[in-house]
Every structure is written in C-alpha cells, then in structure tokens.
C-alpha cells in the first residue's frame, strides 16, 4: 500500500482509488491522509481492512476523504472490534467528536460503510451522517449494537440527509434490533404520505434489505405509509423471508413499484379461514411492475402436485392466488419465478401458467429449478400464442444442445418446440 500511495502523488488526474489491505499501520495512515487531500480532483475512494482501524484514525480518513461523491469504508471484516475500557473510551469519543465538529459538510453522495468499533460505530456514523447533506446513497453494514438503528433514526429526524433515495442494509446478525427499530428508522426518513405536504421528507426510491434484518409486519406497514408516493424498487435477499401477508402488504401498499426481489413464505400460519378468505381477495396494485423476482416457500412439502393432499390445501390456494395476481402486471417485462417445488408452471394439474395469459409485455422468463422435464411442447405453444414479446427464456440447470460436451436437457420438446416457433428467441 505504501508504494500505491506514493504513485497517486504522482497522478493528478486520478479519478478513484481503491484500497484492500489485512493490517492498517500508522505508517500507512501517515501517508494516506495527506494523499486524499493533495487531490480533490478525486470522486470515488474504496478502503477495506480485514483489521479493525482506531476510532480517531476512521475519523481522520472520514475528513480527508470528505469532498468525494463516492466513498466505501469496510474496516473490521474479521470481527475482532478494536475495544477500549474506562477513560480510554472518553478520551476517545471526546477526540472523535471535537474531529467531525471542525469538519465541513461533506460532499458524499454515495456511502458504504462497515465497522467493527463496537461502541465507537454508532457515534463515528451517527456524527458522519450529520455532515452529509448530499447524500443520496447509503450502505449500512453490520451494525452491532441495538441502539445503532437508534441513533441513526435520531440523525434522520432532525433532519440529516434530507435527500437520501436508496437505502441498503446488511448483514445485521449481532444487531439485536426489533421490528419496531426498523419500522421507526423508515419512518424518520420519509415523511408520513397521507399529510405530504411542500415541507415533507420525500422518502425512499429503492431500499435493499439483506441477511440479518428482520423486516415484519410493523416495517411493511411503514414503507407503506412513508414511501407509498417514491418507492419504485424493492429487494429482499433470499435471507430475508416474508410472510405472504407481509408481501401483500406491501405490493398492495407500494403502487409506484417497478422492480421487486422477495423472497416469500406461504401459508406458515394461514388457515382456511375467514382472515384468509380476505387475504385472497387483496388486488395488488403496483400494476407499473417491470420486473419481478420471486421465490416461494411452502411450510409443508408437497414434492409433486399430484400428492393427493395439495388439492383444497391452504398453500395451494395461496399459490392460486399469488400467481393470478402475477397475472394481473400488465407492464411486467421479466418474471423470474423458483420455488422449493416444481409445480407453478405445467398446464396439467391446476394450470397455473395459464394465469399468466395478460403478461403481453414479457420479454425474459426465469425459471430457476424446472429440471423434471415438466415443461412440453403444450407449454412452449402456450408461451408463443399468449407472450408476443417473449424473447428469453432461462430454464434452471438447462443443457444446450449445441455443446457437444453435454447431453441434451430433459426438457429438450419444450426447447425444441420454442426455437421451430420463434427461431430468434435466446434459450440458456
């Protein structure tokens, strides 16, 4: 690093530099420092450090790099906090604070940041946050402690970061934070739709919600309420499990949705009921959907769909359900489906395909596991009749059979069928 170093000094031109180290040494930092200031012509900086980097040492490198668009820190990857005891924590906290307050507002847009300064994170974000009023673009990941949701939503509701748009978080598996942590940081950070007015937060266009964080009832309900009018994109990773009503929730609250990634679970506590029969009957209505990335989870197993107690099953009807609701995404371009059992897209049995008949706009299909050779020439001729767009279509595990190396997919009629039909269609 310390050779790195000395060649950006002799780059003035440099635009971004990115950094990756195991152990961050003062002599490092010696140079470092005075490096990011020399160039302000600089728009991005990247620094990750297996180590964990003294709180006054992150500070310094917060300030020097404060006239960035971009800025990535990852310090701490190994877990092993940098700790302090006694005054040493006082002294430090004081140093850190009397830094960030002779800082000028930075000019970060973009943030990424991960700390394992188990105490010193909140404080050393908290302040950091206060000083970027550009920002657009924030990261959080791994937070510890469970007051860091807390003190993050307070910098947000006095009104730091008044234009921030996408909001990432990640990894929060030793953060003990609740349902309703999360539910009051979304809300500090968009205004309250129902009361939007010229002087209201304009809340969330994307948010990322990754391993770790527990997003139920009481966080649907405030993307709902404070980002129903901005939200266009929202992606949960496969770590992240919604209930069907939770998903419901949100695509019947979210009307300016355009892209979705969930990953849900049917019929965990769904009984055929009265609150069910409700549920069932809730239209979606982010009906300007483009893309939709969705697994299914059943809380029982049915390896196939002619098991005799699928029919009349709660999770078949919610399966009924969802995909008649997919159905419905009149604008909907590409449609990734998966799901723990091979049963959505067979015209036997219930004929679920079928329900997809509106999708006139689909371009991309992605089925993620049909490896049983379900799929047949009636569904390729299905697709062709009702899909007029449809130029890609992915099949899990498919084998081409233009490899010589590879023997032909099980699902060979299907494919077969697709190219005699629409020759210019990609297959893979």
Not at 11 to 21: A, E, H, V
Not at 36 to 41: A, N
Not at 158 to 170: A, N
Request: hydrophobic residues 40%.
């Amino acid at each position: 690093m310390e050779s790195a170093l000395k060649l950006i000094s002799t780059t003035p031109t440099l635009k971004s530099i990115s950094f990756t180290i195991w152990n961050y040494h003062d002599q490092y930092h010696r140079i470092l420092i005075p490096a990011l200031k020399s160039h302000p012509q600089l728009q991005e900086f990247h620094l990750s450090c297996w180590s964990s980097i003294q709180p006054i040492s992150v500070s310094q490198i917060i300030e020097a790099s404060s006239q960035f668009e971009t800025v990535s820190l990852s310090l701490g990857g190994s877990g092993d906090a940098y700790s302090l005891i006694g005054q040493d924590i006082i002294k430090v906290e004081t140093a850190v604070q009397n830094c960030f307050e002779k800082m000028q507002n930075t000019k970060i847009r973009d943030l990424s940041i991960q700390m394992s300064l188990e105490n010193e994170a909140v404080q050393v974000i908290s302040l950091l946050l206060r000083r970027c009023p550009l920002l657009e673009n924030l990261s959080l990941i791994k937070l510890h402690l469970g007051n860091s949701l807390t003190g993050i939503t307070q910098v947000f509701r006095d009104g730091g970061c008044p234009g921030l748009k996408h909001l990432t978080l990640k990894n929060f598996y030793r953060l003990k934070h609740s349902d309703q942590d999360l539910a009051e940081l979304l809300g500090s950070i968009g205004g309250d739709d129902a009361i939007r007015d010229l002087y209201s937060k304009p809340g969330l266009e994307s948010i990322s919600l990754d391993a770790g964080v527990d997003c139920r009832y009481l966080c649907t309900l405030a993307l709902t309420q404070y980002h129903s009018e901005t939200l266009t994109r929202l992606e949960t990773s496969q770590f992240v499990l919604l209930n069907l009503e939770e998903f419901v929730e949100l695509t019947n609250g979210l009307p300016k949705l355009q892209s979705i990634t969930a990953n849900i679970r049917l019929a965990t506590k769904m009984r055929n009921d009265e609150d069910t029969n409700i549920l069932f009957e809730t239209q979606w209505n982010c009906l300007m959907l483009r893309e939709l990335d969705i697994k299914m989870n059943f809380a029982r197993k049915f390896k196939y769909i002619q098991e005799h107690n699928w029919e009349g099953s709660v999770e078949a009807r919610a399966t009924s359900y969802v995909m008649s609701q997919i159905g419905r995404l009149q604008c909907l371009e590409t449609l990734r489906l998966d799901s723990d059992m091979q049963i959505l897209v067979p015209m036997r049995g219930p004929g679920y395909l079928t329900r997809l008949k509106g999708l006139k706009k689909l371009h991309v299909l992605h089925l993620k596991r049909w490896v049983d050779g379900s799929m047949g020439v009636e569904e390729a001729e299905w697709m062709i009749r009702n899909w007029p767009c449809l130029d890609h279509v992915s099949i899990g595990h498919y084998k081409s059979p233009r490899n010589p190396y590879i023997s032909q997919s099980i699902n060979m009629p299907f494919v077969s069928r697709l190219l005699v039909r629409r020759p210019l269609i990609k297959i893979d």
